[in-house]
């Protein structure tokens, strides 16, 4: 056994998990797949007094489309949400980010909140969120509140939950006519960490590309958009000389610091790959 | 004092009742209290896939699920799966293809390469090594495993047509 020692409890309702979540203040920690936080356990980087498994809690689990929103419970693990052809008819970007997530064994039991409320730099839904636009539902003793994605994530494993907070759902825009989606990630194997992962979102027009969100992750604290690489494309048609426009304002949009996976430097080349063949994959997608 | 949970799980079809410390990892609670050390414990961060367990009806981590996190499931290690002979063309497979050296990260190829023949039954080579990235063998004898599976895959397909 590597952890220090811990005591361990499973409520069955929210009203419990908040009731220990109260009772123990800071020496609790919540586990729902445990993917990250058993890693830190093992390793002694975490010692808390108990951990608090959400995993019973039905009302954080299962995949509803309507005709506008696409709610994913917090449980829901990366290989439901792979399998599910609601999400991947509503917001195919989850899709073709979640097979970047880890290994199979892996896929099975972390889940995309857990992934969100962790907020990993390296980790691909955080910038999915933020590039669809989508709202995270929190859950509290007093009720449930929503927050902006783009809201949520507040520095290196920082997030807008609060102490005895939640997170219970996202809801994420229904895609609409128009709309595509790209994805593509660098990592030294499949699985690892990415060095650098591009998020996109836009609503086509013939070629010209609107309403587009670039969204990176692996390259800040948190997932940054490239906003003058948006404003370089905003309602034109993408060309190549466009896209390579695009990509040299990457250095103003990006300050990529060195760490275990890539350096600074690389992670702004990669940054900039990424950008140009999404985009091509976007554009060439009908 | 270190608190104490039971918990019932079926292991291999028998269904046991243990007490078990919260901090203990399912792969642990296999080896030390049941006695099945088929399962190996490796990285025990998540990274090298030699705990690799069957958790109802998926692998997962032994190491990233504790004891108390399986109450009540079903699990299935490498000593079960070769009793029941549902792996057996696989072992045969990594025997013929010299698809294990020091064998330490065996049981934990076993397991994943089963669960990659359940979801396709016809891999592409590309794929097998997709699906296995998560399982490392520090003999570095991935080619002769990538072998051992492709031929299984093809020899389970002849068996079952």
């Known amino acids: ?286 | 004092m270190d608190p104490v949970r039971e918990i019932t799980v079926t292991v291999n079809g028998e269904r046991l009742t243990a007490r078990v410390e919260p901090r203990k990892s399912l792969v642990d609670f296999l080896r030390e209290d049941v006695g099945l050390t088929g399962s190996h414990v490796g990285c025990e961060q998540g990274i090298c896939g030699a705990c690799t367990i069957r958790l109802d009806g998926t692998i997962v981590r032994g190491c990233l699920t504790l004891a108390v996190q399986a109450d009540g499931a079903e699990v299935w290690t490498v000593e079960g799966l070769s009793d029941s002979a549902e792996i057996a063309a696989l072992q045969e497979a990594f025997q013929e293809r010299n698809a294990l050296q020091c064998g330490y990260c065996t049981p934990g190829m076993l397991l994943t390469a089963a669960a990659l023949l359940r979801d396709n039954a016809a891999p592409t080579r590309p794929q097998i090594r997709e699906y296995l990235s998560g399982n490392y063998c520090r003999c570095t004898g991935y080619q002769a495993i990538v072998d051992a599976i492709e031929s299984a895959a093809s020899q389970m397909k002849g068996a079952g047509s």
């Open chain 1, 1 to 286: 056994m590597k952890p220090a020692p811990f005591d361990y409890a499973k409520p069955s309702t929210l009203e419990e998990a908040f009731d220990l979540l109260e009772a123990h203040g800071e020496d609790a920690r919540v586990v729902a797949g445990g993917q990250s936080l058993l890693a830190t356990l093992n390793m002694r980087l975490s010692a808390p007094s108990i951990l608090v498994d959400i995993s019973g809690l039905e009302a954080l689990r299962g995949i509803s489309a309507g005709s506008n929103v696409l709610r994913i419970g917090a449980l829901t693990t990366h290989t439901e949400l792979i399998a599910s052809e609601e999400a991947a008819r509503a917001a195919p970007l989850l899709r073709k980010a979640a097979v970047h997530i880890a290994h199979p064994a892996i896929r099975n039991r972390g889940t995309f909140g857990g992934s969100l409320a962790h907020a990993d730099p390296a980790a691909e839904y955080p910038a999915c969120v933020v590039a669809l636009d989508a709202t995270l539902e929190i859950s509290g003793r007093d009720g449930s509140r929503r927050v902006a994605a783009a809201e949520f994530f507040h520095g290196l494993y920082e997030t807008d939950l609060k102490p005895g907070e939640l997170l219970a759902a996202v809801e994420v825009p229904v895609l609409q006519d128009g709309f595509r989606s790209g994805f593509g990630e660098f990592a030294r194997r499949a699985g690892d960490f990415a060095m650098s992962a591009l998020a996109a979102h836009g609503r086509f027009d013939g070629d010209e590309v609107h309403d587009l969100r670039l969204v990176y992750a692996g390259v800040d604290i948190r997932p940054v958009r490239a906003n003058r690489a948006e404003a370089v494309l905003a309602g034109k048609a993408i060309t190549r000389e466009l896209v390579a426009e695009a990509r040299s304002r990457l250095a103003e949009d990006l300050n990529p610091t060195d760490d275990l996976q890539a350096g600074g430097a690389t992670k702004l080349l990669l940054s900039g790959v990424l950008l140009e063949r999404v985009l091509s994959d976007m554009a060439g997608a009908r």
